[in-house]
């Protein structure tokens, strides 16, 4: 299922990727507040992602355009933990300069 959280309504396309690797790509015009999807596949869902090619430069929040079955919690970890480190150094590097 995909919603549409503000008001603006933009055409966006929708990718699945299934456990058997096929992918399949749909068109979504956002008219709707929310469209769920159907797929009658051996293979289950594995992700899904709004607006895959980040086509769409007014999507400001873009963590809420993806879902996945494997827990991403190591990756978002250090995706968030990286930008400190290096603003911890470069804060200690200017200390010690200054000292």
Excluded: C, H
Excluded at 35 to 55: E, F, G, M, N, Q
């Amino acid at each position: 299922m995909v919603r549409r959280y503000g008001e603006a309504i933009f055409p966006v396309d929708v990718e699945v990727a299934f456990e058997s690797g096929e992918r399949v790509r749909e068109r979504w015009d956002g008219r709707e507040r929310w469209k769920l999807y159907t797929y009658d596949r051996p293979s289950k869902a594995r992700t899904a992602v709004v607006d895959p090619d980040r086509i769409l430069a007014l999507d400001i929040v873009r963590t809420n355009n993806s879902r996945t079955l494997e827990p991403q919690a190591r990756r978002a970890a250090g995706k968030w933990m990286l930008p400190w480190m290096v603003w911890l150094q470069d804060l200690m590097l200017t200390y010690a300069t200054l000292m």
